[in-house]
């Protein structure tokens, strides 16, 4: 698996809050291949955006990675300082927020905060990028002029876009895009899904972070899914969606409400543990129809049942 | 560009009310504090009550309330004319005070202003970017205790040791005796840099220590807790990790966030040269500071009705227009502001 481009082996995040330690991401791997299109799918609080983070080391605290390695373009970014990192951010791993409202400075033209990512990482002078800066915009769908508008005087796709401009404007070789059009409408949502295929297309590998399986499902070539901290299942998009194993999978598979067919959507029915004091078994049991005794005690290790599919569940388990 | 003039001309309009409110307000006061003028001069001397009417009508007391309140408006308003004095020395204009006394005032809350911005921001943006560390903490809680403060026992102390014991600063007045600045803006250190007289500019710094050092304590800490907290905020934005997520460098980011978190500051500002020129007045006085604040605390003494009310239309006049001035910086720095 050398010629990924992304490898997470066992990472683990923890927030160390005043009423206890929240195991955020507990004992991740996975990995990305070059231009692939990865979907980490997950509910709120399954720790999708924290992992996010902790791939570039900007968790923020309380947060501390405390185990675990990620290797990235064949570095071991664990080893690196916050200097390196800085080089790395930005320039090879491009991020895409959820909220496009909030993710520019109000204060800055758009140009502004273009070119600087350009003059920062490059070292070229305002002049020249600038004009990068102009083209960039063109790229991504918004006239040149708008260079000189402040964030307030754009909408929320135009927004969302130019943020993904700046992510974009340095060729980074991984793109994270952390629910980048939840806060949006529908038809943005398609504008800025077909802005980050062309990404794709040009050659970057894309990593997906959203609750929506359906738009993971339509995205991405694989899919991870999360549960409280834990990957339990990863596969590519077409085998998990028509054939989901792990039943928190199947949970959410059937929880997309399908416009041609009347059948009934079915909840997963209770809540997601405290992760705070997780239970040392498999952390989706209390919520398991199909749970065995072992589930409570025992935590399944990630198995992989199939070719590139892995699941961490004692129903797939031969004990 | 004409948006902003319109702006600007809206804004200014609201300084006539300001004025006519508290113009109001001073001169009811007046009234219904016991005494008058007159009778404050006369003190406890027998006056028959005859030359007691004819001097109440030589200041124009005998008139009913409505044309006093009018004739002193209209005369403020109209011609520019404050009045003449009721108490001694009798009968001077008192634009002439107010003239003279006015710059010693705008000298002292310039540098009170400066300190507290000072402290406020040193204080501020050391707690939160140390958020939770135990200077955070000390510096919460000094922003709490100048609330607690009063200036003139803040201003005794300090007067105490580093006036009295350790002699390092005046306690009383603008300028020693024998020392002279001649008059360019009434600013005492900026006319005596402009006269190139050195001595005269340390003598006036040597005085000023105290009384802005004062002020500035016990404002400076509103501005300790609303930098920090603003700051605090912005730290914790989703642009501010977007910078990150950039690989911006930290000084540059930590650059914007201040800047951002300026913006409710320079409003608070705004709000707060009210209370500014509130604790000039008792800074002047403990101070015997030659300015605005302690000539309307004197002229209380004696119900000088005009110089009073003088006093105070100029202070609201003051405040209007720092409004302004901070109403056009927000409109100047912050891009969401429409005009």
Known sequence: MSNALLEVVNLKVYFYTLSGVVRAVDDVSLSVLPGEWIGIVGESGSGKSTLAYAIAKIVPPPGRIVGGKVKFMNRDLMELNEEAMRGIRGRHIGFVFQDPLTSLDPLRTVGDQLAEVIQVHLGVGREEAIREAGELLELVNIPRDRLNYYPHQLSGGQRQRIVIAISIALRPELLIADEPTTALDVIVQDQIMDLLKEVQMKGASIMLITHDVALAAEMANRIAIMYAGEIVEYGDTRSIINAPLHPYTAGLVNSVPDLWSAKTIKSIPGFPPDLRNPSPGCRFHPRCRQALSICINERPPMTIVEHDRCIACWLYLKR | ?339
């Open chain 2, 1 to 339: 560009m004409a948006g902003l003039g319109r702006y600007i001309v809206i804004r200014a309009s609201l300084i006539v009310p300001t004025i006519l409110i508290l113009y109001t307000f001073v001169f009811i006061l007046l009234r219904v504090l016991p005494g008058d003028p007159i009778l404050a001069v006369v003190g406890t001397r027998y006056i028959p009550p005859a030359q007691l009417e004819e001097m109440r009508r030589m200041a124009g007391l005998d008139k009913p309330i409505l044309v006093q309140y009018f004739d002193y408006l209209l005369g403020v308003m109209l011609r520019g004319d404050f009045g003449k004095t009721l108490a001694s020395p009798i009968g001077k204009p008192v634009s002439e005070y107010l003239w003279e006394r006015l710059p010693a005032t705008v000298e002292l809350t310039i540098a009170s202003l400066i300190v507290a911005s000072l402290i406020g921001f040193i204080t501020g943006v050391g707690g939160a970017l140390r958020r939770g560390s135990r200077l955070d903490t000390s510096m919460r809680i000094y922003s709490i205790l100048t609330y607690t403060l009063f200036i003139p026992v803040l201003g005794m102390g300090l007067q105490y040791f580093l006036g009295l014991k350790l002699k390092l600063f005046y306690v009383s007045g603008r300028l020693s005796a024998g020392i002279y600045v001649p008059r360019l803006t009434g600013l005492l250190l900026l006319d005596s840099l402009l006269a190139g007289d050195l001595n005269a500019f340390t003598d006036a710094l040597r005085h000023i220590v105290l009384p802005s050092l004062t002020l500035g304590i016990v404002l400076s800490g509103a501005y300790t807790r609303l930098i920090r907290n603003n700051l605090v905020e912005v730290l914790n934005s989703d642009f501010i990790r977007a910078y990150r997520a950039r690989g911006i460098p930290g000084h540059r980011v930590a650059m914007y966030a201040i800047k951002n978190a300026f913006i409710p500051v320079v409003t608070y500002m705004g709000l707060q040269i009210a209370m500014l020129l509130g604790g000039a007045v008792l800074t002047e006085t403990t101070f015997s500071w030659p300015g605005l604040g302690r000539f309307i605390y004197e002229r209380i003494e004696y119900r000088d009705y005009s110089s009073i009310q003088g006093a105070v239309i100029l202070f609201a006049f003051i405040v209007g227009l720092m409004n302004l001035i901070v109403d056009i910086v927000y409109a100047l720095i912050d891009p969401r502001v429409k005009y």
